[in-house]
T-cell receptor, first 113, second 114 residues
Framework: KAGVTQTPRYLIKTRGQQVTLSCSPI?????VSWYQQTPGQGLQFLFE???????NKGNFPGRFSGRQFSNSRSEMNVSTLELGDSALYLC????????????FGQGTRLTVV | GENVEQHPSTLSVQEGDSAVIKCTYS??????FPWYKQELGKGPQLIID?????GEKKDQRIAVTLNKTAKHFSLHITETQPEDSAVYFC?????????????FGQGTTLQVKP
């Protein structure tokens, strides 16, 4: 069974630009969660989608948004990028909502310059 | 608010020794406690988990214990090997409730010296 696939692996963007990251969950998994990982703040929850519905959202500004498609693939978008958005963005998939038995992808490393 | 404290932040052991990492959570409604191992350049890998109706779970050299009364849980690695060197994260979740999400500890860097 293929694991969680995140694309792209690396991104360099300029302040003020926007970016879209993609996540394909494990086949059959309908829950996709997104996390931001930084050295200072650690792993922080962004949002969770289950069957195309956002179930939960973390404490991030509205510039961070996401969506999930009918095939369970998910995208997250960050608009008006700031230097502080530089981080590793991780996607996790699960066959049940709420974070149980969540399997992570390798992440997308975003650098904002 | 929801919080998970993890200790120690770094841990160095000799190959063959045991390693113990401890976590404390604040939300008494938490009922699912996974442990993740993250190697350099990779995403976190789920290595073991425990639910609130169980006090201990073991998988080969890895075990996790849970004390719901004290709100803390621990990861035990026996007979450590150099390939166990990585960053380990504990997490807590309320499971499939509407507010379920993983709250992570700050991580423990484990170094196993050959």
């Amino acid at each position: 069974k293929a694991g969680v696939t995140q694309t792209p692996r690396y991104l360099i963007k300029t302040r003020g630009q926007q970016v879209t990251l993609s996540c394909s969950p494990i086949s059959g998994h309908r829950s996709v969660s997104w996390y931001q990982q930084t050295p200072g703040q650690g792993l922080q929850f962004l949002f969770e989608y289950f069957s195309e519905t956002q179930r939960n959202k973390g404490n991030f500004p509205g510039r961070f948004s996401g969506r999930q498609f009918s095939n369970s693939r998910s995208e997250m978008n960050v608009s008006t990028l700031e230097l502080g958005d530089s981080a590793l963005y991780l996607c996790a998939s699960s066959d049940t909502p709420g974070g149980t038995e969540a399997f992570f992808g390798q992440g997308t490393r975003l650098t904002v310059v | 608010g929801e919080n998970v404290e993890q200790h120690p932040s770094t841990l160095s052991v000799q190959e063959g020794d045991s390693a113990v990492i401890k976590c404390t959570y604040s939300d008494s409604a938490s009922n699912y406690f996974p442990w993740y191992k993250q190697e350099l350049g990779k995403g976190p890998q789920l290595i073991i988990d425990i639910r609130s109706n169980v006090g201990e779970k073991k998988d080969q050299r890895i075990a996790v214990t849970l004390n719901k009364t004290a709100k803390h849980f621990s990861l035990h690695i026996t007979e450590t090997q150099p390939e166990d060197s990585a960053v380990y994260f504990c997490a807590a979740s309320k499971g499939s409730s509407n507010t379920g999400k993983l709250i992570f500890g700050q991580g423990t860097t484990l170094q196993v010296k050959p």
